[in-house]
């Protein structure tokens, strides 16, 4: 089973911009496909952005045009770049893998939140 650490969580004010990352242990994190989900306090976790190991993105429609998430095979890491961040961005950020569901996640990692505040 795939371990998961997620980094680069903090506050930001809104219109800001963060990066977050997901490293991976094991030697075939280049046949995952990744996701990131975030959890904001009494909300559900939802799905945010995805990334196929081809490389094909899916995004949520409140997030489209402001995050970009992307992957480096090299490094087992996966990225959540996001801009011009809202309050309503404040969660915490989950990544986790999937064989062909992205809402039937396999493994989870810790978390990281990101605060979006002035």
């Known amino acids: 089973q795939v371990q998961l650490v997620e980094s680069g969580g903090g506050l930001v004010q809104p219109g800001g911009s963060l990066r977050i990352s997901c490293a991976a242990s094991g030697s075939i994190f280049s046949i995952y496909h990744m996701a990131w989900y975030r959890q904001a306090p009494g909300k559900q976790r939802e799905l945010v952005a995805a990334i196929l190991s081809g490389g094909i993105t899916y995004y949520t429609d409140s997030v489209k045009g402001r995050f970009s998430i992307s992957r480096d095979n090299a490094k087992n890491t996966v990225y959540l770049q996001m801009n011009s961040l809202k309050p309503e961005d404040t969660a915490v950020y989950y990544c986790?893998?999937?064989?062909?569901?992205?809402?039937?996640?396999?493994?989870w990692g810790q978390g990281t939140q990101v605060t979006v505040s002035s």
């Open positions: 986790g893998n999937y064989n062909s569901d992205p809402h039937q996640i396999h493994s």
